[in-house]
T-cell receptor, first 114, second 115 residues
Framework: GDSVTQMEGPVTLSEEAFLTINCTYTATGYPSLFWYVQYPGEGLQLLLKATKADDKGSNKGFEATYRKETTSFHLEKGSVQVSDSAVYFCALKQLVGSQGNLIFGKGTKLSVKP | NAGVTQTPKFRVLKTGQSMTLLCAQDMNHEYMYWYRQDPGMGLRLIHYSVGEGTTAKGEVPDGYNVSRLKKQNFLLGLESAAPSQTSVYFC??????????????FGEGSRLTVL
C-alpha cells in the first residue's frame, strides 16, 4: 500500500541554520504531497502542498519540490527561527479512491536554539 | 472562526469505562476523520465519514465506534477503554475527497489517558 517515510528526529539546529527534512513516498499513480506542521499543544496545520511532478510548494520561507523520479518531497528552509520549532509531517493523498484520507509519515521534531 | 472543535481536551479513564469524544466543524465540510497520534507512529486513521449518516473503518478501528448523525458533528466512542487506547486523538475535516486535493483541517486534539 501507499506509504510515506521521513527522516527520524529529533533535529536540533541553531537559529539561522539551513533546514532539510527528507521525505520519500511509495504510491501508485500520481499522488498529491503535503507538509503539515504541528506546533506544541496544537493540531496540525497545512504548511505547503504540491499536486504534480516538478511543482514547488512554498509558504513561510519553507519550500518543497515534488520529484517524481526520486519519489521525494524534501522540506527546506534557508534560515530557521526559534518559532519554527515544531513537529513536521509529510503526507500524501491519492486523487482517486482514497476517501480524502492522508497517509502520514511518522513526523520529525525540529528544535531551534537561539 | 471556530473551524474544528474537539471536546473534551483532556480525560482520564479507568480500564473498562466508556466515553465519547465530540468533534464539531462549522465549515460545512462533507468529510470528517478521527486519527490517533502515538509517539513514533505518526497519525493513524481510526474511522472516517464521507457524509451525514455514513461511517467507515480506517486503519485502526478496533475498540472504537463512531456516529455522524449531523453533518457538523462526528462522535468517537470507546465502549470499554483499555490502556492501549491512551493517546492523543485528532479530528479533521475536509470539503471534498475527489477532484482537486483538499486540505484537512484539524482540531486541537483530545488527550486521553486510560489507567
Amino acid at each position: 500500500g501507499d506509504s510515506v517515510t521521513q527522516m527520524e528526529g529529533p533535529v536540533t539546529l541553531s537559529e539561522e541554520a539551513f533546514l532539510t527534512i527528507n521525505c520519500t513516498y511509495t504510491a501508485t499513480g500520481y499522488p498529491s504531497l503535503f507538509w503539515y506542521v504541528q506546533y506544541p499543544g496544537e493540531g496540525l496545520q497545512l504548511l505547503l502542498k504540491a499536486t504534480k511532478a516538478d511543482d514547488k510548494g512554498s509558504n513561510k520561507g519553507f519550500e518543497a519540490t515534488y520529484r517524481k523520479e526520486t519519489t521525494s518531497f524534501h522540506l527546506e528552509k534557508g534560515s530557521v527561527q526559534v518559532s519554527d520549532s515544531a513537529v513536521y509531517f509529510c503526507a500524501l493523498k491519492q486523487l482517486v479512491g482514497s476517501q480524502g484520507n492522508l497517509i502520514f509519515g511518522k513526523g520529525t521534531k525540529l528544535s531551534v536554539k537561539p | 472562526n471556530a473551524g474544528v472543535t474537539q471536546t473534551p481536551k483532556f480525560r482520564v479513564l479507568k480500564t473498562g469505562q466508556s466515553m465519547t469524544l465530540l468533534c464539531a466543524q462549522d465549515m460545512n465540510h462533507e468529510y470528517m476523520y478521527w486519527y490517533r497520534q502515538d509517539p513514533g507512529m505518526g497519525l493513524r486513521l481510526i474511522h472516517y465519514s464521507v457524509g451525514e449518516g455514513t461511517t467507515a473503518k480506517g486503519e485502526v478501528p478496533d475498540g472504537y465506534n463512531v456516529s455522524r448523525l449531523k453533518k457538523q458533528n462526528f462522535l468517537l466512542g470507546l465502549e470499554s477503554a483499555a490502556p492501549s487506547q491512551t493517546s492523543v486523538y485528532f479530528c479533521a475535516s475536509s470539503y471534498v475527497a475527489g477532484g482537486p486535493p483538499g486540505e484537512l483541517f484539524f482540531g486541537e486534539g483530545s488527550r486521553l489517558t486510560v489507567l
